[in-house]
């Protein structure tokens, strides 16, 4: 809808994401909030794609193992699974893997606290426009009875 008229913009079944948000910046409405990437989201999956990105950097190089294997051992690792197929056979990468283990776990956690709550946050206020919505329209409906 459009701030001046009321009416509904016209949107194409061929728009785009990024048309729609132009759309929005065009006619200077405010995105709607399901629409909007949270940027403590962004943040929080973009650390953990860094540290595995650095996880299989670090052991690929330092154990010499495929990408395939350094990117497996990484994620094993960060998500606490540990199969013990592969490991650490020298004493710097065992060095690396503890502290890599201690700051990871730790980012993993914090950045699936993030997601989590944000979710949770989004449906409760989904919920509750739903429920003022309701509530509105049952007064609504209350004082045309009345007025019967």
């Known amino acids: 809808m459009t701030k001046k008229s009321g009416?509904?913009?016209?949107?194409?079944?061929?728009?785009?994401?990024?048309?729609?948000?132009e759309n929005y910046a065009r006619e200077k409405i405010q995105v709607?909030?399901?629409l909007r990437i949270?940027?403590?989201i962004a943040a929080a999956v973009s650390a953990v794609a860094a540290l595995l990105l650095f996880?299989?950097?670090?052991?690929?190089f330092m154990e010499n193992w495929s990408w395939i294997q350094a990117f497996y051992f990484s994620v094993t690792t960060l998500t606490t699974v540990g199969?013990?197929?592969?490991?650490?056979?020298t004493d710097l990468s065992r060095l690396f893997t503890a502290g890599y283990i201690l700051t990871g776990v730790a980012i993993v956690l914090a950045s699936l606290e993030i997601i989590g709550s944000t979710y949770i946050t989004r449906r409760?206020?989904?919920i509750l426009?739903?429920?003022?919505?309701?509530?509105s329209e049952r007064t609504?409906?209350?004082k045309q009875r009345q007025n019967l």
């Open 140 to 142: 609504k409906r209350k």
């Open 7 to 21: 009416k509904p913009s016209k949107a194409a079944s061929s728009e785009t994401i990024s048309d729609i948000f």
């Open 83 to 89: 199969y013990g197929d592969i490991h650490p056979t």
């Open 129 to 135: 426009l739903k429920k003022q919505k309701y509530e």
């Open 55 to 60: 996880g299989t950097f670090v052991y690929h």
């Open 32 to 34: 709607p909030w399901e």
């Open 124 to 126: 409760e206020t989904q």
């Open 38 to 40: 949270d940027t403590k």
